[in-house]
């Protein structure tokens, strides 16, 4: 039983560019979450996907935008690329939403130049 | 808000010694759920338990427990008898009960000495 994976590991922009991060999530789960981790910090809550919608998001502007596909699998788009941006983006599925187990990917680590 | 504290940042012990992580929290609901999550070099964050505010149990599982005490807003994590394996950063997490609002702690790094 495959778990969480993400795509691409790594990932090289350059400020102003754009970017999209692929996530496939755990067999059985409907939800998908997406989170940010500077280095040395805790992950921050980004948005949640449930049934294709957004139905809850983290204090991030609005250049973060993502999307669920049918097949629960998701994406997160970040434009307009700021040095800030650079982190692990940590992709997280669950059953019924993030106040049960979640499960993590390995993250994918961006990095603005 | 919610929030969630790990006053320690980094902690370093010698193998087979006890260690406890605090975690400490803050929340205006009655019902919310607490986790601890495992971040091994490797990057990818473990699930390691998940509490509802209305079982103050402790619990065990194998050389890990953990100790919810909502008098004092505290669920803080033991590792008895440490191991060298047990080396990661340890993250306290927070939801209300609509999965409205999910917050990490800071991390605890624990570094285990052989």
Redesign the interface.
Same mark, same amino acid.
């Given at each position: 039983d495959a778990g969480v994976t993400q795509s691409p590991t790594h990932l090289i922009k350059t400020r102003g560019q754009q970017v999209t991060l692929r996530c496939s999530p755990k067999s059985g789960h409907d939800t998908v979450?997406w @989170?940010q981790q500077a280095l040395g $910090?805790? !992950?921050?809550?980004i948005f $949640?996907y449930y049934e294709e919608e957004e139905? $809850?998001r983290g204090n991030f502007p609005d250049r973060f935008s993502g999307h669920q596909f049918p097949n629960y699998s998701s994406e997160l788009n970040v434009n307009a690329l700021l040095l800030g941006d650079s982190a692990?983006y940590?992709c997280?599925s669950s059953f019924?939403?993030?106040? @049960?187990? $979640? @499960?993590?990917? !390995?993250?994918t680590r961006l990095t603005v130049t | 808000a919610q929030k969630?504290t790990q006053a320690q940042t980094e902690i370093s012990v010698v193998e087979k010694e006890d260690v406890t992580l605090d975690c400490v929290y803050e929340t205006r609901d009655t019902t919310y759920?607490l986790?601890w999550?495992k971040q091994p070099p =490797?990057?990818?964050?473990?699930?390691l338990i998940?509490r509802n505010s209305f079982d103050e149990q402790n619990e065990i599982s194998g050389r890990y427990s953990w100790n919810f005490q909502k008098s004092t807003s505290s669920f803080n994590f033991t590792i008895t008898a440490s191991q060298v394996v047990d080396s990661a950063v340890y *993250?306290c997490?927070l =939801?209300?009960?609509?999965?409205?609002? *999910?917050? *990490?702690?800071?991390?605890t790094r624990l570094s285990v000495l052989p």
């Open positions: 979450s @989170y $910090q805790g !992950p921050q809550f $949640q139905r $809850q692990l940590l997280a019924g939403g993030v106040r @049960y187990e $979640q @499960y993590f990917g !390995p993250g | 969630v759920y986790f999550y =490797s990057g990818e964050l473990v699930f998940r *993250f997490a =939801s209300d009960n609509y999965g409205q609002n *999910f917050v *990490f702690g800071p991390g």
